[in-house]
């Protein structure tokens, strides 16, 4: 995680707990901008997207959780979705949830961050240094694989790192989801069907950190492709599909499509199962 934000220096330090990360709306003179938000024990931070140097994000703001309040927006935004923090220093944020369902997640979660922030006296607020930013940046959204680290420092590539996918897919997922999606790795062959080919391609497929990751055989390195699968919904082929085969399921985000054949009936159903865990 570290090495997708930048504008501070030190986000690990003892006593700091993960909580959730993911995309808000946050309103100011322009209307409703995208942003990323990241949600610790002691902390809340909301950054942007750039790709300068390379793709990442750059810290706006710190907002310690000691004293903080949430309550209900007075929908003048527009939208139904939305809710104001009030922090220390008089700083408020109108904030807005793609959904009802994102909404209480963050709503949760911060409530119960800040009720153990205000009640434990040994929770320090440990303090960033952040470097200056522009609110009203624009944001560019890039590729889903990431290049090199924030910052010009030199590191291996980087493929579909989940603050990416929650930015692209336009969600969020907490520190629970990402231990779920940890204790529920799958790898085997399973046939693999587009919307609208006619034949299925054997691959060996590896399900690790919210992704499917395709290889042409189990002794290879490198994938061929990957697929990030938060957004995506499993199910059971309908008639319309006309998918006349045993053991398939359906992988759906908006208007992308794919299909899968399992083995038997009991690797169906685990890879139904861990995919489910992660969407």
Known sequence: MQRDISGFDNLVQEGRKFIRQGCLQKYSRKGFQQRMFFLFSDILLYTYHTQQPTQCFRVHDQLPLKGMKIRDSDNKTGSEFAFIIDAQGNQSLIIAATNEEEKERWLEDLNMAIVQ????????????????????????????????????????????????????????????????AFQNQLSGFLLRKFKNSNGWQKLWVVFTNFCLFFYKSHRDDFPLACLPLLGYTVTKPSEKDGINKDFVFKLQFRNHVYFFRAESDYTFGRWVEVIRSAT
Request: glycine residues 10%.
């Open 117 to 180: 922030a205000d009640t434990d006296p040994k929770m320090p607020y440990l303090n960033l240094k952040s470097c200056n930013s522009a609110d009203e940046m624009g944001d560019g959204i890039g590729l889903e694989a990431d290049r090199g680290s924030c910052g010009g420092a030199k590191a291996s590539q980087r493929i579909n790192t989940t603050v990416h996918m929650c930015w692209h897919r336009n969600t969020s997922i907490s520190y629970s989801d990402q231990l779920r």
